[in-house]
C-alpha cells in the first residue's frame, strides 16, 4: 500500500540504525521506517507526522493508506509518549561505518553528532572544502593552507601557517622587555641593598679605626711624655753634675 515515492528521508527512522530491531508496531505503513514524531489517525492507525501529511497531499480522497477510512487532516494527533518511547530505544551511531562503536538512545542522537569523533565535516578555514573525520581535524589544521588565526597575544594580527613563523609580535616584544625590565629592577634593588649594608660596615670599621688611632694617639702622647721626663731626667743630672764642678 505504501507509496515508495513517500520513503523519504524525511520520514521515519532506518530500521538499521536500531540495536535491537524494532517492534512492528513502531513501524511506519508509509516509510517503512521507525515513527518519527509519531500521529494517531481517527481510524486508529499510526504514522509520521511528515509521511500521513505528504500522503494527504497527494491523494485526492484524502484516506488512509492501511484501511482506506477517510482521515480528516485536523483530526490527527501527535503521540507524544509514544514519541520518547522510541526516543529512548538504543542506536548504533551513524558513523559505524567510518569507525564509530558508539550506542546511543536516540534522542541523543543529534548530541552525539555534535561530538562523535567519527563524524565527517567540513574543514572550517574559509576557504578549504575538505571533508574530513572531526577526529583528523586537528591534524589537518597543522597543514591546511587555509588555516588562520589571531595572533595568541592579541595584537589583532590573523596569522597563517606562512606568517606565523615571521610574525614578530609588538605585544610579544613588550612582554618581553617588561619581564627584563623588572628582573633589571630586582637586580638593582638587590644591588642597593648590598650597597647600604656595605656602607653601614664602612661606618663601623671607620668608628673602630678611629677608636684605634685615638687609643695609639693616647699611646703616642704617654710615649711622649714618658720621653720628656726622660730628658728632664737627663737634664737634672748634668746640672747637678755642673754645679758640683762648679763647687
Ligand atoms: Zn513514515
Ligand atoms: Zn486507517
Ligand atoms: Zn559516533
Ligand atoms: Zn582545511
Ligand atoms: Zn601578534
Redesign the pocket.
Known sequence: MADPDMSLPSGGYDVELFVDTPDYDLICTICQGVLRCPVR?A???IFCKKCILQWLKRCRQQT??????P?NQSLIFVMFKLSKAIGRLKIKCKNEIRGCSDTLALSEQSGHSMSCLFELIPCPYQGCHVQLLRRDLDAHARNCEHWRQPCHMGCGTVLSHRTQTKHNCYRQLRQEYEARQTKHQAVAAALQRKLRRMQSTMVQMKRQIGLICESLEVMNDLEEVEEEEDLVEASGSGSFSSSNNNS
Open positions: 489517525a481510524c486508529n492507525h488512509c493508506p492501511c484501511c482506506r477510512k482521515v
